[in-house]
């Protein structure tokens, strides 16, 4: 075989011309969802295909690093109105981890207040940036 041959597609542009009309037509033809539910669907699918594919791209770890940094900011901004002393806040650069380390009486009411609002506060602070 010549390279030429090689480097020529699985599928001829026509096959893969069918295959995405037929595509299309199973995804129009999904008799539980109007037009705006079924548009709905393949935007939020596009979505998560784009994100997924590019999860572990450079750019985004400044970002992962904001929210990890929020998320452990949120845990001090709890522990500190629960009159607990605040030692350290640790974002770590290699694994996009974080620590809030905090010192005080480990009461339930405290614990119960602490834990959550890491995830409690990084929603606010994603809503409110």
Known sequence: Q???????????????????????????SMSCCNQDQQFLIVTILCYLAGIF??????????????????????????????????EGIEVTWSNEGGL???????GLRVK?????AGYIGSCLWGGGV
């Open 53 to 86: 594919s590019m999860w572990k791209a450079f750019f985004f770890k400044p970002f992962k690093l904001f929210a990890v940094f929020t998320h452990e900011l949120s845990h001090a901004i709890a522990a500190t109105i629960c009159c607990q002393r605040v």
């Open 2 to 28: 010549s390279s030429a041959e090689l480097c020529q597609p699985l599928y001829p542009q026509s096959a893969r011309g069918d295959q995405a009309k037929a595509l299309i037509r199973s995804v129009r």
């Open 100 to 106: 809030c380390t905090y010192r005080g009486v480990q």
């Open 112 to 116: 119960c207040c602490v834990l959550p």
